[in-house]
């Protein structure tokens, strides 16, 4: 024949090394068994682009044996036929055709690389042939070149759009290296050209399960199904998209289709013990995923399962375990945690996350915060989107002690979900911690109007109504806590504060000692057992019981200041002068440990320490009735008795006395973090540091800082040096915000108002700056604010917008950024001579500015050391 075709089967377009995925469970990976069918041997794809003339003799004996061998490659002798290809191109090498048959016999025959080989030599004769590039791509796919497949694919696809096989193809590529949303294109194009392809349906379903869209995937995966029952891969899809939709009856059904095609097949057990396990059927969950793990040891998502349902039972030994083992294998067996999500499928991030939030529940019920919040930190990285895991991340930073971070995480998980419960609940007792009595109460009813069945938020509740001094709803709420769940020793000891609140202390005592059997390390129930046995005159109880308060928290002031009281009322002035000397070292804001220490400084005969005393008290709260009575007594034993009348009678104008006086000036154990003031000091001086380049956080911690230093009695005189700071790096965050104005004006005024600050923090604002800023006004107020600063790392930073000046020819700007080279550096003959060049105004004016700040610093010198000594 003058002309030839190729009359063949297709190749087979899926290669073994993507056959050899299990096909027991891989239900992401498509079937390679049956694609021959895609191209029926009796209706091959056109060779595009491959035609010839008359042939020559040499051709023509070339064909005849081309001719043998394609009948030898259907007969099934494919070694016959690869040796009469080989004799064909011999004789003569000139014909694609050929080559590409050759080819066929290769790939059949198991030899991928030689395959290649014969369909690049074909290429290389005419490329424009499409079958020849697909063919290319399947021997490549063969050898595990996923991505030279789809490239050639690609190229075959450019010399013929007709060809559904190749799009269908290289959907399949494209489902296999995770371009789902190239999948899915090619799919659509597949099935435009050929809508019954069932597995064009069942790929196109595939991907858009991993793209979430699980509805699309169900409908799809129902088509492919329509056109073919046996696919078993559509019915693992649909049951996956079905279960990610919540129909578990439905997953139930299609797990049992595939199981009656395949009742070996792993993953339909764990999707069917999955269903069953959120129908709230754990035998059977446990039972289903047990028959897939035996069949397959390595399936991450029946391990889950089995993690789950043991974190369900308090099994969290169990649980850490299996969830371990399920994370190593969906980590490809890697123990370190994988430093680069990108190219990983949204819902394997999602089960993955899922494991390490599992595992953090179980460590966080095992009481190992750390190791919790480890977890959940690793989760919320993988999937961000769970209010669930930002709520329990903040839980395991409360019981490690960090108030500020649960406010953070908690407020992250209301902002994703406004109903979550859990993250009310914690944020309340974060900020209950802080002492924001008001918002912990706003938060605790918010938890409770969501879940009127969640014990931890009305036990919150009670805790910040009872410290906001509102003992009646404090005690309801207690009462209601402890109805759900009579084991909660927090909500007896709260309780039994409220009942002290509310002048019981029989009932407070009772309720205390019932939190003291449930939990024996309860400091507040042995501390409002102490303060009811006060009010009892039971000196001895009391101070029993405070001790054993002090021995679970040794630096909590106002547990000192009790036991401090009733030692001294029990006669023991050495000791409770100790507790109370030691209360005010741990807090000096505590204004009913200044007034107990002015009682004892009274009773040894201290008058005068114990007016000081009270004075410190008053200063703290100006109508302290009880400071007021002490220091009057002080004054009447200094023979002042005109100021120990007058503040007797505002006493009593404050505080009439009643039958019913309390004797303790406290009742329940604040809920709230007591401020130590040696630590509140501390912190200020970190806080004063700042952090280098960030002046907004810089000012919100030092703002923290400093509210808790004034309610602990810090230097007034350091207080006023970090308010200044405060409003420094205030007024910087705000001029630096300015300065990312797109309008000039705006950032002239911001580099104006920011030069006079001379804060180093702005350096690396200002050298952002001075990169970009074409306007001359701004550029030179920059450089002028980087000569205020004085600090060595300023230097480079004008080099730079020196040489970008001499770009500009902008000679002003290069002058007044070598003053401020100058300044920094302490040059001040080299201002100086600068000075008296007249350079120009604005040069000028910036000279004569360094110069006037060399001079207000050796003012400021002079002032330190009026006599120069050294």
């Known amino acids: 024949s003058a002309t030839r075709q190729l009359v063949s089967p297709a190749p087979r377009f899926l290669a073994p090394a993507l056959a050899s995925r299990d096909r027991r469970h891989r239900s992401s990976w498509a079937m390679a068994d049956d694609e021959e069918e895609m191209m029926k041997a009796n209706e091959p794809p056109p060779m595009i682009g491959w035609s010839c003339g008359r042939l020559p003799p040499n051709s023509t004996e070339a064909f005849d044996l081309s001719d043998a061998a394609e009948a030898k490659f259907k007969s099934g002798d494919l070694l016959g036929a690869a040796d009469g290809f080989s004799k064909a191109i011999e004789v003569d090498a000139r014909w694609p055709v050929i080559w590409l048959g050759r080819a066929r016999a290769r790939m059949q025959l198991g030899d991928a690389q030689g395959a290649e080989e014969d369909c690049t030599e074909a290429i290389s004769q005419q490329p424009s042939i499409a079958q020849a590039w697909a063919l290319r791509a399947d021997s490549k796919i063969a050898r595990g070149d996923l991505q030279g497949g789809e490239a050639d694919l690609s190229e075959a696809i450019q010399r013929s759009t007709q060809v559904p096989e190749i799009w269908a193809l290289r959907g399949l590529i494209r489902l296999q290296t995770q371009d789902y949303q190239g999948a899915v294109s090619d799919c659509t194009e597949a099935l435009r050209l050929r809508p019954q392809d069932a597995k064009s349906y069942m790929r196109r379903g595939m991907a858009h399960l991993e793209l979430d869209d699980f509805f699309s995937a169900s409908s ?63 035998e059977g969950a446990v039972a289903d995923c047990a028959r897939a793990l035996k069949l397959d040891p390595n399936l991450a998502d029946a391990i889950a399962v089995i993690a789950t349902i043991k974190l369900r039972g308090r099994d969290f030994d169990g649980a850490i375990e299996e969830c371990s083992k399920a994370i190593k294998i969906m980590q490809d067996g890697r123990e370190e945690r994988l430093p680069d999500l990108e190219g990983r499928s949204h819902l394997w991030l999602i089960r993955l996350a899922a494991l390490w939030a599992d595992r953090g529940q179980a460590e966080l019920k095992k009481l190992k915060y750390q190791e919790a919040l480890d977890d959940y930190v690793e989760a919320i990285r993988l999937y961000s989107g769970d209010a669930e895991y930002w709520s329990y991340s903040g839980m395991s930073r409360l019981r490690l002690g960090d108030w500020d971070g649960p406010i953070q995480d908690c ?53 910040a109504t009872l410290d906001l001094g509102f003992p009646a709803e404090a005690a309801i709420a207690a009462s209601n806590a402890i109805q759900l769940d009579p084991f909660l020793a927090d909500s007896w000891a709260t309780r039994g504060g409220a009942k002290l609140d509310q002048f019981d202390p029989e009932g407070a005592v009772a309720d205390c000692t019932e939190a003291i059997r449930l939990d024996p390390g309860c400091t507040a129930a042995w501390f409002n057992r102490a303060g009811a046995k006060f ?59 200044w007034r107990a220490r002015a009682e004892a400084k009274s009773l040894t005969k201290d008058a005068a320490g114990a007016v000081e005393d009270c004075n410190r008290a008053l200063q703290l709260r100006p109508n302290f009735a009880d400071a007021l ?27 009439p006395p009643t039958l019913e006086w309390r004797k303790s000036d406290w009742t329940h154990l604040p809920a709230y973090t007591i401020v130590n003031a040696k630590d509140a000091d501390n912190v200020l001086d970190v806080a004063l540091q700042g952090e280098k380049g960030d002046p907004s956080n810089s000012a919100t911690k030092l703002k923290i800082a400093l509210e808790k230093a004034k309610m602990s009695g810090v230097d007034e005189a350091k207080l006023e040096e970090a308010q200044k700071q405060l409003d420094a790096w205030a007024l ?40 970009v800023e074409a306007d001359r006004f701004v550029r ?24 970008k000046s001499i770009q500009m020819e902008d000679s002003a700007g290069l002058d007044i950024g070598l003053c401020a080279q100058l300044e920094i550096k302490g040059d001040r003959a080299g201002i100086e001579k600068m000075a008296n060049e007249r350079r120009g105004s604005w040069v000028t004016h910036s000279c004569q500015a360094s110069l006037a700040r060399f001079q207000e610093k050796e003012a400021e010198k002079e002032a330190l050391n009026p006599t120069g000594d050294v």
Request: hydrophobic share 45%; proline share 2%.
């Open 535 to 593: 009010d009892r005159n039971d000196m001895a109880g009391t101070i029993e019981d405070a001790t054993r308060a002090v021995e679970f928290q040794p630096e909590n002031a106002v547990i000192l200041t009790r036991r401090g009281r009733a030692r001294l009322i029990a006669g023991d002035l050495a000791g409770g002068r100790e507790d109370l000397d030691r209360a005010l070292n741990l807090d000096g804001g505590l204004a009913e440990a």
């Open 220 to 282: 799809d995966c129902t088509r492919a199904l329509t056109l073919d029952a046996k696919l078993l891969d559509s019915w693992l899809a649909r049951a996956r998209a079905q279960l990610q939709m919540g129909f578990n009856q439905n997953v139930l059904s299609d797990c049992g289709k595939a199981l009656d095609l395949d009742p070996d097949n792993a993953l339909a057990m764990t999707l069917l013990g999955t269903a069953k396990f959120r129908q709230g059927n754990f």
């Open 411 to 463: 407020s992250k998980a209301i902002n994703l979900d406004n109903r979550c419960c859990a993250a009310y609940a914690t944020r309340a007792s974060a900020r209950l911690k802080r002492g924001e009595l008001d918002d912990a109460t706003e938060d605790a009813r918010k938890a409770v109007e969501l879940d009127q069945l969640f014990s931890g938020a009305w036990d919150t509740l009670a805790a």
């Open 732 to 771: 910087l965050a705000t001029c630096l915000e300015r300065m990312q104005s797109s309008d000039a004006n705006a950032r002239k005024e911001a580099v104006k108002a920011l030069a006079p600050l001379g804060e180093a923090m702005a350096i690396p604002h200002l050298a952002k700056l001075l990169k």
């Open 780 to 803: 030179h107020r920059a450089m002028e604010a980087l000569a205020v600063t004085c600090d060595p790392e300023a230097l480079p930073v004008l080099e730079a917008a020196i040489k």
């Open 629 to 655: 009575a002490t220091r009057g007594q002080a004054y009447s034993a200094l023979g002042d008795h005109k100021a120990a009348l007058d503040d007797c009678k505002v006493a009593m104008k404050l505080n």
